[in-house]
């Protein structure tokens, strides 16, 4: 590989670890607000053991997905130190750049299917509840 295709080749796997490493801070900030809120469903409907079952079933999800994203957080970051240490480019380390790509890009997906279900949840359950009120149980 000449010297240049491989700086650009690089180049490219240090721009997608910065997208991917933001990606993944903004998933596990979303993941946060998503226990937050089922905290504000709790509250809401204290005494149905249904609501807190569906509560429980949504915090193992997300203590799942935030799993995979502390997971693909090391991968990333140790996909790029390899890289800072001098490892050459080569087909393995482009393949494994493509698996990691992979698993973000599925992630996205699922957790896009995650969320569309999740919001609709919590926005029947805390049907009523005005901002100040779901703020101030939180403060709590």
Known sequence: ???????????????DHK????KVEFYLNEIAIFKMELQ????????????LEHVEEYINILSK????????LDQIKFHEREFVDGLEVDEVHSWEH???????????????????????FVARQ???????????????
Not at 1 to 15: A, P
Not at 19 to 22: H, V
Not at 65 to 72: A, G, I, Q, S
């Open 19 to 22: 997208k991917w490493l933001s």
């Open 40 to 51: 504000v469903v709790l509250y809401k409907n204290p005494k149905s053991y249904s609501i």
């Open 65 to 72: 997905k935030r799993k995979e994203l502390v997971l693909m």
């Open 98 to 120: 493509m698996k990691i790509k992979q698993k973000c890009e599925s992630f996205e997906e699922t957790f896009k299917m995650l969320k569309v279900m999740f919001k609709k």
């Open 126 to 140: 805390i049907q009523g509840t005005s901002c100040v009120e779901a703020r101030n149980h939180l403060k709590k």
């Open 1 to 15: 590989m000449l010297i240049d295709q491989k700086n650009e080749l690089m180049n490219n796997y240090h721009n």
